[in-house]
Protein backbone atom coordinates (compact mmCIF):
# COMPACT_ATOMS: atom_id res chain seq x y z
CA UNK A 1 0.00 0.00 0.00
CA UNK A 2 1.30 3.44 -1.03
CA UNK A 3 2.55 5.36 1.94
CA UNK A 4 0.72 9.22 2.38
CA UNK A 5 1.17 9.94 6.18
CA UNK A 6 4.23 9.91 8.91
CA UNK A 7 3.30 9.41 12.74
CA UNK A 8 6.03 11.21 14.36
CA UNK A 9 7.08 9.26 17.87
CA UNK A 10 9.70 10.72 20.47
CA UNK A 11 9.98 9.96 24.48
CA UNK A 12 10.64 13.42 26.55
CA UNK A 13 11.66 14.22 30.16
CA UNK A 14 11.08 17.70 29.31
CA UNK A 15 8.63 20.06 29.92
CA UNK A 16 5.12 20.97 28.31
CA UNK A 17 6.70 23.79 26.57
CA UNK A 18 9.67 22.33 25.50
CA UNK A 19 7.77 19.40 24.27
CA UNK A 20 5.27 21.68 22.35
CA UNK A 21 7.89 23.51 20.63
CA UNK A 22 9.43 20.24 19.08
CA UNK A 23 6.25 19.22 18.15
CA UNK A 24 5.77 22.84 16.27
CA UNK A 25 9.38 22.00 14.67
CA UNK A 26 7.84 19.01 13.39
CA UNK A 27 4.82 20.64 11.98
CA UNK A 28 6.64 23.24 10.49
CA UNK A 29 9.41 21.43 8.79
CA UNK A 30 7.68 17.89 7.81
CA UNK A 31 5.30 19.35 5.15
CA UNK A 32 3.18 16.09 4.28
CA UNK A 33 -0.02 14.65 6.55
CA UNK A 34 1.10 14.10 9.62
CA UNK A 35 0.64 13.11 13.37
CA UNK A 36 3.35 14.05 16.55
CA UNK A 37 3.09 11.36 19.28
CA UNK A 38 4.79 12.30 22.67
CA UNK A 39 5.28 10.03 25.46
CA UNK A 40 6.34 11.69 28.62
CA UNK A 41 8.84 9.16 29.86
CA UNK A 42 10.95 10.15 33.69
CA UNK A 43 12.57 6.78 33.43
CA UNK A 44 10.05 4.54 34.05
CA UNK A 45 9.94 2.96 30.59
CA UNK A 46 12.80 1.84 28.14
CA UNK A 47 12.71 2.75 24.57
CA UNK A 48 11.59 -0.39 23.11
CA UNK A 49 8.55 -0.16 25.64
CA UNK A 50 7.64 3.14 24.81
CA UNK A 51 8.18 2.33 20.77
CA UNK A 52 6.14 -0.69 20.53
CA UNK A 53 3.50 1.02 22.70
CA UNK A 54 3.37 3.82 19.80
CA UNK A 55 3.24 1.13 17.18
CA UNK A 56 0.55 -1.09 19.00
CA UNK A 57 -1.57 2.15 19.48
CA UNK A 58 -0.93 4.71 16.46
CA UNK A 59 0.28 2.18 13.40
CA UNK A 60 -1.78 2.43 10.01
CA UNK A 61 -0.88 0.54 6.91
CA UNK A 62 -0.83 4.06 5.03
CA UNK A 63 1.74 5.23 7.58
CA UNK A 64 5.57 5.20 7.95
CA UNK A 65 6.42 5.77 11.76
CA UNK A 66 9.46 8.03 12.68
CA UNK A 67 10.98 7.29 16.07
CA UNK A 68 13.25 10.19 16.65
CA UNK A 69 14.82 11.61 20.05
CA UNK A 70 13.42 15.16 20.65
CA UNK A 71 16.98 17.27 21.10
CA UNK A 72 16.87 17.24 16.92
CA UNK A 73 16.93 19.80 14.59
CA UNK A 74 15.46 18.92 11.06
CA UNK A 75 17.21 21.06 9.00
CA UNK A 76 15.47 20.15 5.66
CA UNK A 77 12.39 21.21 4.90
CA UNK A 78 9.50 19.04 3.76
CA UNK A 79 11.74 16.20 4.54
CA UNK A 80 8.89 13.80 4.95
CA UNK A 81 7.87 14.19 1.07
CA UNK A 82 11.27 13.10 0.56
CA UNK A 83 10.46 10.11 2.97
CA UNK A 84 7.71 9.20 1.89
CA UNK A 85 9.18 9.27 -2.11
CA UNK A 86 11.86 7.29 -0.54
CA UNK A 87 9.81 4.60 1.04
CA UNK A 88 6.79 4.22 -1.51
CA UNK A 89 9.79 3.67 -4.52
CA UNK A 90 11.99 1.40 -2.97
CA UNK A 91 12.43 -1.83 -0.95
CA UNK A 92 13.71 -0.36 2.02
CA UNK A 93 11.30 -1.09 5.69
CA UNK A 94 14.15 0.90 7.80
CA UNK A 95 15.76 4.55 6.80
CA UNK A 96 17.96 6.21 9.06
CA UNK A 97 20.82 9.38 8.64
CA UNK A 98 23.68 7.67 9.40
CA UNK A 99 24.24 4.11 9.87
CA UNK A 100 27.10 0.53 8.90
CA UNK A 101 27.50 -2.17 6.68
CA UNK A 102 29.78 -3.66 9.06
CA UNK A 103 29.29 -4.63 13.41
CA UNK A 104 32.35 -5.12 14.90
CA UNK A 105 32.52 -8.07 17.65
CA UNK A 106 32.48 -6.37 20.66
CA UNK A 107 29.05 -4.49 19.07
CA UNK A 108 30.59 -1.31 18.73
CA UNK A 109 28.78 0.42 15.24
CA UNK A 110 31.46 3.13 14.55
CA UNK A 111 34.31 0.18 15.69
CA UNK A 112 34.72 1.13 11.60
CA UNK A 113 34.63 4.62 10.25
CA UNK A 114 35.22 3.60 6.35
CA UNK A 115 32.17 1.47 6.57
CA UNK A 116 30.27 4.49 7.73
CA UNK A 117 27.11 6.13 6.46
CA UNK A 118 25.33 9.89 6.79
CA UNK A 119 25.78 13.09 7.41
CA UNK A 120 24.46 14.41 11.12
CA UNK A 121 25.59 17.96 12.08
CA UNK A 122 26.08 18.10 16.23
CA UNK A 123 26.71 21.00 18.51
CA UNK A 124 27.65 21.50 22.05
CA UNK A 125 25.90 24.11 22.67
CA UNK A 126 28.77 26.39 21.94
CA UNK A 127 30.28 25.03 18.77
CA UNK A 128 28.52 23.16 15.93
CA UNK A 129 30.47 20.47 13.41
CA UNK A 130 29.85 18.22 11.14
CA UNK A 131 30.32 14.25 11.01
CA UNK A 132 30.36 12.88 7.61
CA UNK A 133 31.15 9.96 6.45
CA UNK A 134 31.50 9.05 2.90
CA UNK A 135 30.87 11.61 0.13
CA UNK A 136 26.90 12.11 0.04
CA UNK A 137 24.90 11.24 -2.79
CA UNK A 138 21.95 13.34 -3.70
CA UNK A 139 18.77 10.92 -4.06
CA UNK A 140 20.43 7.91 -2.69
CA UNK A 141 19.77 5.31 0.15
CA UNK A 142 22.66 3.52 0.72
CA UNK A 143 21.77 -0.82 2.05
CA UNK A 144 23.14 -0.94 5.43
CA UNK A 145 22.84 -3.32 8.27
CA UNK A 146 21.88 -0.70 11.22
CA UNK A 147 20.78 3.02 11.53
CA UNK A 148 21.09 5.57 14.39
CA UNK A 149 18.52 5.89 17.05
CA UNK A 150 18.48 10.08 16.81
CA UNK A 151 16.18 9.44 13.37
CA UNK A 152 14.39 5.93 12.22
CA UNK A 153 11.84 5.66 9.72
CA UNK A 154 10.02 2.70 10.10
CA UNK A 155 7.01 1.18 7.57
CA UNK A 156 5.85 -1.16 10.70
CA UNK A 157 4.34 -3.25 8.39
CA UNK A 158 6.93 -4.35 6.41
CA UNK A 159 9.51 -5.28 9.38
CA UNK A 160 10.10 -8.89 10.87
CA UNK A 161 10.59 -8.02 14.65
CA UNK A 162 9.44 -4.95 16.62
CA UNK A 163 11.72 -3.30 19.05
CA UNK A 164 13.37 -5.65 21.35
CA UNK A 165 12.19 -4.90 25.58
CA UNK A 166 15.06 -7.29 26.58
CA UNK A 167 17.08 -4.04 26.53
CA UNK A 168 16.33 -1.70 29.31
CA UNK A 169 16.43 1.81 29.13
CA UNK A 170 18.11 4.01 26.47
CA UNK A 171 20.82 2.33 24.79
CA UNK A 172 21.56 -0.33 22.25
CA UNK A 173 17.71 -0.46 21.13
CA UNK A 174 18.50 0.89 18.19
CA UNK A 175 20.85 -2.33 17.02
CA UNK A 176 18.76 -4.45 18.79
CA UNK A 177 16.13 -3.66 16.38
CA UNK A 178 18.10 -3.38 13.56
CA UNK A 179 20.02 -5.91 13.73
CA UNK A 180 17.33 -8.86 13.44
CA UNK A 181 15.71 -7.47 10.81
CA UNK A 182 18.30 -7.29 8.75
CA UNK A 183 19.08 -10.92 9.43
CA UNK A 184 15.53 -12.05 8.95
CA UNK A 185 15.88 -10.23 5.38
CA UNK A 186 14.49 -6.88 5.76
CA UNK A 187 16.30 -3.81 4.18
CA UNK A 188 18.11 -0.94 5.82
CA UNK A 189 18.99 2.31 4.29
CA UNK A 190 20.61 5.63 5.24
CA UNK A 191 19.79 8.72 3.19
CA UNK A 192 21.81 12.12 3.06
CA UNK A 193 18.66 14.21 1.80
CA UNK A 194 17.43 14.84 5.31
CA UNK A 195 20.16 16.79 7.33
CA UNK A 196 19.69 17.16 11.08
CA UNK A 197 21.03 18.54 13.66
CA UNK A 198 21.86 16.82 17.11
CA UNK A 199 22.13 18.56 20.50
CA UNK A 200 24.05 16.69 21.81
CA UNK A 201 27.50 14.66 21.27
CA UNK A 202 26.62 11.28 22.60
CA UNK A 203 28.38 9.60 25.41
CA UNK A 204 28.92 6.09 27.33
CA UNK A 205 28.65 5.33 30.43
CA UNK A 206 28.03 2.31 32.50
CA UNK A 207 24.37 1.68 31.32
CA UNK A 208 25.70 1.71 27.59
CA UNK A 209 28.60 -0.94 28.20
CA UNK A 210 26.13 -2.88 30.30
CA UNK A 211 23.68 -3.16 27.02
CA UNK A 212 26.38 -3.56 24.79
CA UNK A 213 27.06 -6.60 26.90
CA UNK A 214 24.34 -8.02 26.37
CA UNK A 215 23.65 -7.48 22.96
CA UNK A 216 27.33 -9.28 22.49
CA UNK A 217 25.77 -12.29 24.46
CA UNK A 218 22.80 -12.00 22.33
CA UNK A 219 24.66 -11.93 19.00
CA UNK A 220 27.93 -13.49 19.67
CA UNK A 221 27.00 -16.45 16.91
CA UNK A 222 26.37 -13.64 14.59
CA UNK A 223 28.94 -10.79 15.34
CA UNK A 224 30.91 -9.34 13.37
CA UNK A 225 28.06 -8.61 10.69
CA UNK A 226 29.32 -7.13 7.20
CA UNK A 227 26.81 -6.10 5.11
CA UNK A 228 26.48 -8.93 1.87
CA UNK A 229 25.19 -7.20 -1.36
Keep these: ?4 NIIVVFSSHLSDEANDKFIKHIHDTIGVKHTVVCYPNFNQFSLPQIYNQAIKEHNNESAIMVFCHNDI ?6 WGRLLLHKFNSS ?12 LAENGVWWNDRSKMY ?6 DGYKTWVSEYAVPRPGY ?12 AVDCNNIEH ?7 GF ?6 FCV ?3 LDGCNIGVTTDIRILHQSIGMVNEQWDNNRKQFVEKYNMELPIVYEE
Excluded at 171 to 176: A, I, K, W
Design 1 to 4: MKKD
Design 91 to 102: DFSIIGVAGTTY
Design 118 to 123: GVVEHT
Design 171 to 176: HFYDLS
Design 162 to 168: QWDEEFK
Design 180 to 182: PNY
Design 73 to 78: TIRTRT
Design 141 to 152: TKPVILVDGLFI
